[in-house]
């Protein structure tokens, strides 16, 4: 929740990794899709990261390829 209208460039924080960004759209307040921008480095497979915007409560799940 408290997210904006929309986003672009949003760093992403949390894991082992670094560099995670993504753009997002939101539906009211809360995020209803998420567009990776750039995939950072060094993330595991499972971890999560939140994006850090808005009340810091969207979380998503990494899955390396």
């Known amino acids: 929740t ?3 209208a929309g986003a672009n460039g949003v760093l992403a924080v949390g894991g082992s990794g670094s ?3 993504v753009d997002y759209a939101t539906d009211g307040d809360a995020i ?3 567009t ?3 995939g950072g480095q ?3 497979d499972g ?3 939140t994006i850090g915007d ?3 409560d969207a979380v998503i799940t990494i ?3």
């Open 2 to 4: 408290g997210y904006l």
């Open 19 to 21: 560099g995670l960004t």
């Open 32 to 34: 209803n899709s998420v």
């Open 36 to 38: 990776l921008v750039d």
């Open 42 to 44: 060094d993330y595991l």
């Open 47 to 49: 971890e999560t990261v």
């Open 54 to 56: 808005g009340n810091n």
């Open 63 to 65: 899955t390396v390829a």
